[in-house]
């Protein structure tokens, strides 16, 4: 015979175990997913930020479909972030900054350098359609600016990424 009272109909007790229902560790739970997605999409975009800064070496060198992800998957990553960040100062920020100050001041140049990251994915981005545009030297002097932002925007993600990843191993939701 059954040891306990039998779960909920429709619920395996496993999933009772792991995943409980109770809404505060719903939330939770939620955060704890959000935020290792977010980690995982940093890593990502710091990835896909190098590649156009490879391809983009050559003037010559066709890359939309790479510069396009790569403002895309950064500006998730940072969107991501900005929706977790209220949870992040509400509930580990003092906790952070309490055991550990040099990693607290280091989440917060985490999220300066991930800002940076964006704006130069951008930039590079808008300095490589405008490059697709533009004629003779003009087009390839935007090319070499799109270059130049891409390769900042992947160095400014891989900081961004470890930073986060140092943090996430000392305190996480």
Excluded: N
């Excluded at 209220?86 to 140049?109: H, M, N």
């Excluded at 930039?123 to 030297?137: E, F, K, Q, R």
């Amino acid at each position: 015979m059954t040891s306990g009272p039998l779960p909920p109909r429709g619920h395996c007790t496993l999933c009772l175990r792991v995943l409980p229902l109770d809404p505060p560790s719903r939330g939770l739970l939620v955060l704890r997913v959000a935020e290792h997605v977010h980690g995982h999409l940093g890593w990502l975009a710091a990835a896909a930020l190098a590649h156009p800064a490879l391809l983009l070496r050559s003037t010559a060198r066709r890359a939309h479909l790479s510069v396009a992800l790569a403002a895309f998957v950064a500006t998730l990553a940072g969107a991501l972030g900005m929706a977790l960040y209220p949870a992040y100062r509400e509930q580990l920020k003092p906790s952070i900054f309490a055991g550990s100050p040099a990693l607290g001041f280091a989440f917060e140049r985490k999220e300066h350098l991930a800002f940076g990251a964006i704006v130069l994915a951008w930039a590079g981005a808008l300095t490589y359609a405008g490059a697709l545009v533009a004629s003779g030297g003009v087009g390839q002097r935007l090319r070499k600016a799109s270059h130049a932002c891409f390769v900042a925007a992947a160095v400014f993600a891989v900081a961004t990424a470890a930073l986060g990843t140092c943090v996430a191993t000392y305190r996480t939701f």
